[in-house]
């Protein structure tokens, strides 16, 4: 069974500093999505990763798949506060199942 | 234009009641869920229909029943609710097929008392 692991749970960073999401998953899996959640809305979709190697930028987060180590990064680069939210990770199952599966979030918090 | 609206956003019931939620969305997908998101955010699928037809259905308690009379819509009726069935719920919609990300609705807080 497909089980997705995110850490850290929580963060808080200063702005204009850096940091890395992680985000692993426990058996082979042909997708990985990041979603941006604002506290009390939807979730919004972010970049969807589906080849080892896979990386996507866009404007301060990058994010990467390493399909080996089943291993994806969301990467923050210069934070601002308007980045704050919490960021969810999913997997879904090889073979084209559309059941997805949810990491437990990263509640980031951009500090002035 | 909301592609994935459901209603109510907000829907306040004592234990023992039915209630339903609808969800339609405008974005020609195939593809249908009903997600659970707790207390503590965690994001867990209930249901997905494709094309009408059930394809997902997770260990749910049967006072859980989806339904979809079309592509574009699905619902979710909750009979004798209980204080655990307080959550979330997010409708969401994609296009069958490996890289369709879901497009998900603003969800319905449900809180039973």
């Known amino acids: 069974e497909l089980k997705v692991e995110q850490n850290p749970l929580f963060l808080s960073m200063q702005e204009g500093k850096n940091y890395t999401i992680y985000c692993n998953y426990s058996?082979?899996?042909?997708?990985l999505y990041w979603y941006r959640q604002d506290p009390g809305k939807s979730l919004e979709s972010l970049f969807v990763?589906?080849?080892?190697?896979a990386v996507k930028q866009e404007g301060r987060l990058m994010a990467s798949l390493d399909t080996k180590a089943r291993l994806s990064t969301l990467h923050i680069t210069a934070a601002v506060h308007d980045l704050s939210a919490t960021y969810f990770c999913?997997?879904?199952?090889?073979?084209?199942?559309?059941?997805?599966?949810f990491g437990k979030g990263t509640k980031l918090t951009v500090n002035p | 234009d909301t592609a994935v609206s459901q209603t109510p956003k907000y829907l306040v019931t004592q234990m023992g009641n039915d209630k339903s939620i609808k969800c339609e969305q405008n974005?020609?997908?195939?593809?249908m869920y009903w997600y659970k998101q707790d207390s503590k955010k965690f994001l867990k699928i209930m249901f997905s229909?494709?094309?009408?037809?059930?394809?997902i259905n997770e260990t749910v308690p049967n006072r859980f029943s989806p339904k979809s009379p079309d592509k574009a819509h699905l619902n979710l009726h909750i009979n004798s609710l209980e204080l655990g069935d307080s959550a979330v719920y997010f409708c969401?919609?994609?296009?069958?097929?490996?890289?369709?990300?879901?497009?998900f609705g603003n969800g319905t807080r449900l809180t039973v008392t």
């Open positions: 969401a919609s994609s296009q069958a097929g490996v890289g369709s990300p879901l497009h």
């Open positions: 058996t082979t899996s042909d997708r």
């Open positions: 990763l589906l080849s080892n190697g």
């Open positions: 999913a997997a879904g199952p090889q073979g084209g199942s559309e059941k997805l599966v």
């Open positions: 974005l020609g997908h195939d593809t």
């Open positions: 229909y494709n094309n009408k037809e059930l394809i």
